[in-house]
């Protein structure tokens, strides 16, 4: 499995049977394998997550399919602003929490709701697990009213309950500096909770650095985090 992390919460993940575009909206997009089947996610429509722009994938060069979080409305306005075609339109899935679909031959999709909006995703192909959390994180903010904090610790641990103890290879998990030390609360719980292989940092608005704080807080994590540093990083997991 070939990794680019393009900005943000963006990443291209190559399997050998299909491609793998999750929340990109902004970084240089590398050159997409031609004839392999792309499957594009986004997880909602915060501006950090969604650009319209990826309808243009849609070029007639290859297979391509597309999966979006139901805020992401597919309306008549929204289409005629986007300049969605009906072809396009129609290779469009919209997921809520708690849903499955396998929007091309040998690729399931699981969903789970978020914390915030849209949903995240639980993707197997060509025997591998790929999980992109979007904004599905632990949410702890200094100084907002404790009983929305306490609220959004029930929420986090209840939407996250279905992967307990589920093998997955690759995880995409928020990884937020603007929470301080509260920002380690969503990565530690996921691979706490789930049998994650590689954990790949997300959400970190350009401060790269904050994955050594969580590390020299959290050592036994070490070998299951693969810091990003810059965008347009590439990775390849051999091993996975």
Known sequence: MRVTFLDHS????????VTLLFDWWKGKLPALRPGIPLLVFASHRHEDHFDPTIFTLDDGARE??????KDIKLSSRNRARWDLSDDTA???????????????PGVTVETLPSTDEGAAF???A??????????LNWWHWEGEDKAWNRNMEANFKRYTEPLRGRHIDLAMLPLDPR??????RGPRYFLELADIDRFLPMHQWGDFGF??????????FHARTVPVTACGQVFDFESL
């Open 10 to 17: 963006g990443f291209l993940a190559e399997l050998p049977s």
């Open 64 to 69: 391509i399919r597309f999966v979006l979080g």
């Open 90 to 104: 129609g290779k469009c899935q919209v997921l809520g929490g708690g849903q499955a679909a396998e929007p091309l």
């Open 122 to 124: 639980l993707v197997t």
């Open 126 to 135: 060509d025997g591998k697990t790929v999980f992109h959390a979007g904004d």
């Open 179 to 184: 929470l301080g030390e509260d920002g380690f």
């Open 211 to 220: 994955t050594q704080r969580f590390l020299a807080r959290f050592p036994e």
